[in-house]
């Protein structure tokens, strides 16, 4: 990608931690910030491109003051939405950000026509669903940022309990961005050393429910959800993408046969390249993993079937 040039939808916490991340590392040679509160967008990219100074490159950083503003990105990022409030109910919730996200694709679909995009927005997976059904590209252009984000959650409470092996530990987890996420102990190691060599089922167990309250601890303390971990992961898959990495990276894609279904966006490892999803790894998963991922794929269904109750698509 020879422009290496990235817009981030929503300038909220997430949206400009990618940006300062990517900013800091001189992935790109032009990073778009828009958020639907153009001042915030324009002060906050002047902020990180003021950073630069000090960064390997001089990236350039600007607020957009209009969608047409971001023009032929290589990568668009969308982070925008809004948090679930005390009254409403997570349907609510889903047909907000719904609503938002169809808007913001559109425009990503008239203004940035080759982009790959990378899906942030929460529900995470369904919204990773409405990006594909609104723009119809293949499903190698639209990845959802979610197993990143969970798997280092993961490998950060098996660094807390080892206290050893933190630059080496890889974690896996897949299914759903939500209360039934799937840690992966099998599939995770240090130093390449299986975990489950290293820690007992008992406290495995432990481990793997800390994995999953990792962002609820993190609300209760700041009051807010996370954003310099999310913000990090979302670099890393652009990272991937401009510098065509082929790396794995666990993400919420969808599926067409692969795992037993289909129509379906859902979290499972991806080699991520240049063209975005360069292959889904397919994984041997046993019983016990068939259901939990059955159940993960049963909820994020039931978020789409709400949609489609609604007339959305």
């Known amino acids: 990608m020879t422009n290496r040039k990235v817009g981030i939808i929503g300038a909220g916490a997430v949206g400009a931690t ?8 001189g992935t790109c040679n032009e990073i778009i910030l828009y958020d639907i509160d153009t001042d915030i967008a324009i002060g906050k990219a002047i902020d990180i491109e003021q ?5 390997p ?3 350039k950083v600007w607020g957009a003051e209009q969608p047409s503003d971001m023009k032929n990105c290589d990568i668009v990022v969308i982070t925008a939405g809004v948090p679930r409030t005390g009254e409403m109910t ?17 425009n990503i679909k008239l203004y940035s026509p080759n982009a790959i995009i990378i899906c942030v927005s929460n529900p995470l997976d369904v919204m990773s669903y409405v990006c594909h059904k609104i723009t119809g590209w293949d499903s190698s252009r639209i990845i959802g940022m979610a197993g990143a984000l969970d798997s280092s959650r993961m490998a950060y409470q098996i660094n807390n309990h080892l206290g050893y092996g933190r630059a080496q530990t890889r974690a ?4 759903d961005h939500g209360e039934n996420m799937i840690p992966v102990p099998s599939l995770s190691s240090i130093g390449g050393v299986p975990i489950t060599e290293i820690i007992s089922k008992e406290n495995m167990e432990q481990i793997i429910a800390r994995t999953k309250t990792g ?11 996370a954003y310099y971990a999310p913000g990090r992961c979302v670099a890393v898959m652009v990272e991937a993408i401009l510098n065509d990495s082929q790396i794995i990276i666990p993400s919420s894609v969808l599926l067409n046969g692969e795992y037993g279904y ?5 979290g499972v490892p991806i080699i991520v390249g240049k063209n975005g999803v360069e292959k889904i790894i397919e994984l041997e998963l046993d019983e016990e993993l068939q259901d939990k991922f059955k159940q993960s794929v049963t909820t994020i269904k039931k978020g789409i079937e709400v949609l489609t109750k609604n007339n959305f698509f």
């Open 51 to 55: 950073a630069t100074s000090f960064s």
């Open 57 to 59: 490159s001089g990236t």
């Open 215 to 225: 962002g609820a601890v993190i609300v209760k303390h700041l009051g807010t959800s």
């Open 18 to 25: 990618a940006a300062f991340s990517l900013a800091m590392t």
């Open 90 to 106: 997570r349907e609510d919730l889903l047909l907000i950000n719904a609503k938002i996200t169809k808007e913001v694709v559109e």
């Open 262 to 266: 289909k129509d379906v966006s859902v």
């Open 172 to 175: 896996m987890v897949i299914g």
